[in-house]
């Protein structure tokens, strides 16, 4: 039953847990029992759930780290990115529509789209597949993960059909994963504590939206589906981007390990580093190649070092997914992300034990 | 824009802060920055993302209050019980089917069961209506709220055709809300912490629920709606539930109004006996009346004081909404709970001076 879900989120970003316990108090929060009781955050926001701390912190991270444009765009905060996107979703359809809009997304998509599109079998929306061959007439949604989950790439929208609308799934637009290469400036964003910090069980994600009428819409939708979002957890992720804007802030003066992003960026360099050489040696398998891009965030060039590796099994193994389970390697199989099964996803993001125990079993494989 | 949502639930439960601040730091809760990192809580469990201090606070509460069975039942936690309600809908409705199943609740029923069925055009189900009228072949599924929101009242199931299920929404069966005549042992139940204790911002609520596939579905809906429940609200529930069990566990030897239920009706009792009062005096509305009953947990007679005071325009005012907005008095009209516009639903639960302001305001009218 569990190690289904085990597999489908073994994106479970425990690895910069040392980072927080280095951290200490200055991550700690403490809630009264009387604080926060009531649903309201911010009565005079459209947003009326949004903690105001934390929409401080979001807005002044994302300056921080020159990923994304706060100006002009509403914040909408929600339980994950997972209810964001279907807030999305909701706000995009059109209520009247006789037929649901189509959700796309190029493959290999996030495998979450397609399910989490369809399970409630909406009459607003419906999954449409994949995005490179996608040409129908009227409404859709293209979704636009950039860098893709579960491949790394950096991605452009790949529709070009009237009647579209682009949301960009930015979970992974962050210094320790990739080259921050411009500010991006779009309509509709989406971010996640889960991705950003590691902090996945707070269950926080907001998005930046430009158009009033859609931030409204999403409103809506998360009154409808959760009549707001934990007030506890707002603080707390509010609490964690406060100390990471002030562990890098000072890059320039201070110890670069102490910096959120670096310390980041140097364990997922590490990794990468110790998996390609792993793929290597063994002779079976094949990964992604990037090739490294200026960062105006660490003013250096930088090469993307994905949460995910999409590993491919060479030669003769079609399964690739099965044939690693048979050597004790829990991965997803490529179909899960509309690919073939030679694919797998692999999570980089584990605690370093469960990391060099894979590494090991990898190495295995071909001795 | 805001005014509608704030109509919708002014039933927010502020009044109980004062309890709380008494509380002092018992309830307060502390997350160092490294906790609680992972998507999961509990990874043998079938709801893999329930804390197990929260199930323990939970099972140990219902068992001092003796209003639900605990045993032989599955704990599932929700981002509230808004979103517990949308995932029973969803394990309860066939997959196959080729018609979404029938979700009914006898009239008048809580507003939100029509909108949150209904929002998203699901194939899965769809609002059926009024209970008392339904008479429909084939698969449905009862919606039974006791006490009832919006009138207070103690409830049983109203439709008896085969192929129904019956879900308890047993928000306010709490004795600070009415007596507790039974320990109740249905298989779906469902409750929340918003009205229980009064913290409508942790947005926490929980099933208990008899049937494992149920309950897997269930969890199975909260994992593609948000990949599981704030770990830090569920944390801070595990907390605030621990303190009223401390509170009450000792009753006999210990000041009553240091125990929360005690507390809770006895503010209750004094701001139904206000309310009655300026009805009594104004001459122009009437209220429902309840008879005393004997309480098992307080072990004695007591009666209803509902969250809720359901409350009737007499004489020539048809639109009772309108009336006391012309009068300052923010209520919701009964229509958006299928009933008679004579009739609105106004919040006992509000900070003191707001209920203050209201029980005036009312008495104004005549004057």
Known sequence: MFSNFKCEHSGDPTMFEPFWRKMGDRS???????????????????????????????????????????????????????????????????????DPVDVVSAMPYYSSYPSVTDYLKSGLYRWGGDAHTYNKEGAYIEMVTSPNNPDGHARESVVNLGGGTRVYDLAYYWPQYTPITSNVDHDLMLFTVSKSTGHAGTRIGWALVKDKEIAKRMTKFIELNTIGVSKDSQLRAAKILRTISDSCEHMATSDHSECFFEYGRFLMARRWEQLRDAVRRSGMFSLPEFLPDFCKYAGVATTPHPAFAWLKCEGEVQDCESFLRSHKILTRSGMHFGADPKYVRVSMLDRNDTFKLFVERLLSINS
């Not at 009387?34 to 005079?44: A, K, L, P, T």
């Not at 701390?53 to 706060?70: Q, S, W």
């Not at 807030?87 to 009247?96: G, I, M, Q, R, T």
């Open 28 to 98: 700690t929060i403490v809630i009264p029992g009387w604080q926060s009781m009531s649903y309201f955050s911010d009565i005079g926001n459209l947003c009326w759930f949004l903690e105001p701390d934390f929409a401080k912190e979001i807005r002044r991270l994302h300056k921080l780290v020159g990923n994304a444009i706060t100006e002009d765009h509403y914040i909408v905060v929600g339980t994950g990115s997972t209810q964001l996107f279907q807030a999305v979703l909701y706000a995009l359809s059109p209520p009247d529509a006789t």
